[in-house]
């Protein structure tokens, strides 16, 4: 959301160091949706189909900042969590599955989230060590947005400032390589 473009996301980043480890572009499929995250226990988790196939190699679940932090949302997560990847387990049977901790330290969800990874034998990998000032945007920051235009992060309105917040590229590349560096070889 604040890198400066596109391929400065960690997605984009982990791509490149995938392919300088493979020596060859690996498919990757993303899907960017919050949804899951906002509507946890009555989520359609059919919607994420598309994205998981019986020869998928490798997922990774960098879900949790847009979960709500109420004491009802957090006394179901880990159940959710855990069914969330049960139900990715089942549509893809063959992949190894890493779940990421929080950008934004969270103790409680990190938790949870942990928890769930470990209970159904995924790999566990915690970024809450990347939320330091340095990691994250500022208001005044440019990014170019999917039209293609340049834009200051100011020019968000209300959301502006949860903008600025986000990783910025140093955070990106940070994410990107904790990831990287937790993928067995």
């Known amino acids: 959301m604040a890198s400066s473009r596109r ?3 960690y997605v984009h ?3 490149k160091l995938l392919y300088q480890r493979k020596g060859k572009f690996l498919t990757m499929n993303v899907s960017g949706d919050s949804s899951w995250e906002i509507n946890l226990n009555n989520y359609d988790k059919s919607n994420f189909n598309p994205y998981l196939k019986d020869d998928i190699d490798l997922i990774i679940i960098r879900l949790g900042e847009n979960v709500s932090n ?3 949302t957090m ?3 880990e159940y959710d969590f855990i069914s969330l990847i049960k139900y990715i387990k089942v549509k893809s049977p063959n992949a ?3 779940v990421t901790g929080n950008f934004w330290k969270n103790d409680l969800k990190d938790e949870k989230q942990k928890n769930a990874a470990l209970k159904e034998n995924c790999i566990w990998v915690s970024l809450s060590h990347l939320d330091i000032d340095e990691n994250k945007s500022t208001i005044n920051t440019q990014v170019f947005g999917d039209d293609g235009k340049l834009h200051t992060i ?3 309105g ?4 949860g903008v600025a917040a986000h990783p910025n590229d140093l955070g990106m ?3 990107a390589e904790t990831i990287f560096q937790a993928i067995p070889l």
Not at 158 to 161: E, R
Request: net charge negative; no cysteine; aromatic share 4%.
């Open 13 to 15: 980043i982990l791509q």
């Open 158 to 161: 209300s959301i502006a400032n």
């Open 173 to 175: 590349q940070r994410i």
């Open 154 to 156: 100011i020019e968000g």
């Open 96 to 98: 190894l599955i890493m």
């Open 75 to 77: 006394s179901h997560y």
């Open 70 to 72: 109420d004491s009802k």
């Open 7 to 9: 391929d400065k996301d």
